[in-house]
């Protein structure tokens, strides 16, 4: 709670600064692609949340992990304090991917291998969130919810690697690769970069923000506990 206090503020006011300048960079000062027009400019949006969709739910999976090791009820807080943001992420992947596809592929939805996998991440996320609320004790909740993430994490690697196990997909290949043949042109990738940064800096402050709640709470809860005791 202590370093926490300090850097929340500057995590937010650098989130909002990398957002605003990708985002504008973005859309109004980068050309239309020659195959796909303006539509192509929603990959600031749609490659950063999916990006952080995947990453949130392999944070939540170290997490839990830790919580199962060492039994360290913050890490599981933590744990619990990303899904919501995950799955918010989730979301606008899953929306601006479809309004990416409208165009190209001529329908909003394909069951196509990585979107039916991000789908069913999704739905993960829901049944992460709906495990924690459902169950009062919150250490036995940690423990659910920690062997749901691990189960789920396979979709999230299949969301990441879906285009390269299943050759046929509709979905294009990665927009950023270490094969810089792979990567889109320079002056989209510039500003997608300082948008994945500003989304990664967004993600950091807000399950910062969201942990320090969860911390509070159960403070509250085991206060609540020691006075009906006494």
Not at 9 to 27: D, H, I, N, Q, R
Not at 159 to 168: E, I, K, P, T
Request: aromatic fraction near 14%; glycine fraction near 6%.
């Amino acid at each position: 709670m202590s370093w926490t206090r300090p850097v929340l503020p500057w995590s937010f006011a650098l989130a909002g600064a990398f957002l605003v300048t990708g985002l504008v960079w973005g859309f109004f000062f980068t050309p239309d692609d020659f195959r796909q027009g303006s539509t192509v400019k929603i990959i600031y949006l749609h490659v950063p949340s999916a990006l952080m969709a995947i990453n949130a739910w392999i944070m939540m999976l170290v997490a839990s992990l830790v919580w199962v090791v060492r039994r360290h009820h913050v890490s599981a807080l933590a744990a619990r304090a990303a899904a919501p943001v995950g799955v918010v992420m989730t979301l606008i992947a899953l929306f601006t991917g479809g309004i990416w596809g409208q165009p190209m592929w001529g329908t909003y939805w394909a069951w196509d291998p990585r979107l039916t996998s991000f789908l069913i991440l999704f739905l993960f996320y829901l049944g992460y969130i709906a495990l924690w609320e459902a169950i009062e004790d919150s250490d036995t909740a940690a423990d659910l919810t920690a062997v749901l993430c691990i189960v789920g994490s396979i979709f999230a690697i299949l969301s990441r690697y879906a285009v390269h196990f299943w050759n046929q997909g509709l979905h294009q290949g990665s927009s950023l690769s270490l094969d810089a043949e792979q990567n889109v042109a320079d002056v989209f990738y510039y500003p997608l970069l300082v948008c994945i940064a500003g989304f990664i800096l967004l993600f950091i402050a807000l399950v910062l923000m969201r942990t320090r709640t969860e911390i509070r709470a159960r403070r509250i809860k085991a206060l609540q506990a020691r006075g009906r005791h006494a």
